[in-house]
């Protein structure tokens, strides 16, 4: 007697399948699970991942105030340090902190510019470029301070020679009529100049006794004093060891005040394009913040 095939059947007899139809089943279903998972899974994924970037921008956004406030500091300080380039008095910037933090290291920047990509296209290259602007005030604190540093200690040298010029009014070089050696000519030139010089209101600010008390005009000093004395000499250097010593004081002065002053204009012109730059880095922020 031959036998029947096993059947097997769901809940009733009639929904009854042979054991290769529920393995059908059993597989199908299994993928359908499997992909289903997938899809869940996909979805959740890209979920965390829309809130992450949703995270870096929040984050961007509540940090960019304080960064603005501290590059709007950052340009008033370069141009008070400017203007005091012009007084012979220079400041020593203190420059933010803050600029110096590097807040974009705490954020996914993938995240971020997700988010960007996704949500703020308009505003994408504005983001790029304030990337590439992040390098630049980043490590500006650091970078400042040494170009400071560097420009102190060679004014400092400088201004170190170019203060010699107070030599040239002191009694050292004030010839009297007693010294027979000198060329009278030489002394005449010599006298009036210093009379000159510590009488005169354009070079000098002067206290109320009447006596010059510090350089109102440096410029006005070298180029119409000193630089007027080295060419009245000239005739007198071979002859006369002071002129001749006169002449030296004087030619190094000049050339300090010409370096100081080619110094100033470098750091100026170099403040000023870092100014600029800080300027449109605001402005691209200004766009940026919202």
Do not use: C
Not at 124 to 135: C, G, I, Q, T, Y
């Amino acid at each position: 007697m031959k036998e029947k095939p096993l059947e097997y059947y769901f809940i009733f007899e009639s929904w009854s399948l042979d054991s290769h139809q529920w393995s059908m089943i059993v597989d199908g279903s299994a993928l359908i699970l499997t992909v289903l998972g997938f899809v869940i899974a996909f979805l959740l994924y890209d979920k965390q991942r829309k809130d992450k970037a949703k995270d870096a921008f929040e984050f961007f956004q509540a940090s960019l105030p304080e960064l603005k406030h501290s590059l709007g500091n950052t340009i008033d300080d370069l141009e008070e340090f400017i203007r005091s380039l012009d007084l012979d008095n220079t400041v020593n910037p203190v420059l933010s902190a803050s600029l110096n933090d590097k807040f974009l290291n705490k954020i996914n920047i993938v995240n971020l510019n997700r988010f960007y990509k996704k949500n703020r296209r308009d505003k994408l290259e504005a983001f790029k470029e304030f990337l590439v602007d992040s390098n630049f005030f980043g490590d500006y604190q650091s970078y400042f301070s040494n170009e400071i540093h560097y420009f102190r200690n060679a004014y400092q040298k400088r201004q170190e020679v170019f203060s010699e010029w107070q030599q040239l009014r002191s009694k050292k070089f004030f010839i009297e009529s007693s010294d027979k050696d000198e060329n009278m000519d030489f002394k005449k030139i010599y006298d009036n100049w210093v009379i000159e010089l510590n009488k005169d209101k354009a070079v000098f600010d002067f206290n109320a006794q009447g006596m010059p008390v510090k350089i109102k005009d440096r410029k006005e000093l070298v180029e119409n004093k000193i630089d007027s004395l080295a060419q009245d000499i000239i005739p007198f250097i071979e002859s006369s060891e002071k002129a001749n010593e006169v002449s030296m004081i004087a030619n190094r002065v000049i050339a300090a005040y010409d370096e100081i002053s080619e110094m100033r204009l470098k750091i100026r012109r170099v403040i000023g394009d870092d100014i600029a730059k800080f300027e449109n880095v605001l402005k691209n922020m200004n766009d940026l913040l919202e």
